[in-house]
């Protein structure tokens, strides 16, 4: 159990650029989730997979964010054109089969992302 | 909309002595519950849940909490702290579904020697 990881640690851009961030599960997990955490504040959820099906994305904070889970297996977080309220650490969660909403969910380290 | 409040946003106290770390929320038929620890430039790490069954809940290093479904609240206890507790404490929420947490603003627990 190597954990989750993510990647890169840090971005920093300029504002109107485009960011991809990269997720990578625990292996035998089959769900995922996108989480943003701005300074002071707690986590707030953004979107879910179960395998390669999105089946939440209404969290998603505007449609300049889209993410992919194309095999079921890693994820990806686009932010496309890039403003300075989008600097935050982005979370990304990994957890078990299991019932909705009982499984624990590990975290990965984050990526900040800092937008000038 | 679920909601969890966290009362303090800093809780200092002195090292080996005991803590309490607050949480409330909203009220919804079915609650999962749970408080995850963030140390510096680390992702989170969970501490302890409640799902159901015993409302007193133990978890990883000495940590506790209790639910109590009249006051809505999960408040985090620690009989003695360790510098090492140092960190932010998150107290989250789930319904269930797929909805994922919904987390409170955080407690930073201040250890001072």
């Known amino acids: 159990d190597t954990g989750v990881s993510q990647d890169p640690r840090h971005k920093i851009t300029k504002r109107g650029q485009n960011v991809t961030f990269r997720c990578d599960p625990i292996s035998e997990h089959n769900r995922l989730y996108w989480y943003r955490q701005t300074l002071g504040q707690g986590p707030e959820f953004l979107t879910y997979?179960?395998?390669?099906?999105?089946?939440?994305k209404s969290r998603l904070l505007s449609d300049r964010f889209s993410a992919e889970r194309p095999k079921g297996s890693f994820s990806t977080l686009e932010i496309q054109r890039t403003e300075q309220g989008d600097s935050a650490m982005y979370l990304c969660a990994s957890s078990h089969p299991g019932l909705a909403g009982e499984e624990t969910q590990y975290f990965g380290p984050g990526t900040r992302l800092l937008v000038l | 909309a679920q909601s969890v409040t966290q009362l303090d946003s800093q809780v200092p106290v002195f090292e080996e002595a005991p803590v309490e770390l607050r949480c409330n929320y909203s009220?919804?038929?079915?609650?999962?519950l749970f408080w995850y620890v963030q140390y510096p430039n680390q992702g989170l790490q969970l501490l302890l849940k409640?799902?159901?069954?015993?409302?007193l809940v133990k978890g990883i290093n000495g940590f506790e909490a209790e639910f109590n479904k009249s006051q809505t609240s999960f408040h985090l206890r620690k009989p003695s702290v360790h510098i090492s507790d140092t960190a932010e404490y998150f107290c989250?929420?789930?319904?269930?579904?797929?909805?994922?947490?919904?987390f409170g603003k955080g407690t930073h627990l201040i250890i001072q020697p």
């Open positions: 409640y799902l159901s069954g015993s409302t």
């Open positions: 989250a929420y789930s319904g269930g579904g797929a909805d994922g947490l919904t």
């Open positions: 997979f179960q395998n390669e099906a999105q089946l939440e």
């Open positions: 009220s919804s038929v079915s609650v999962y």
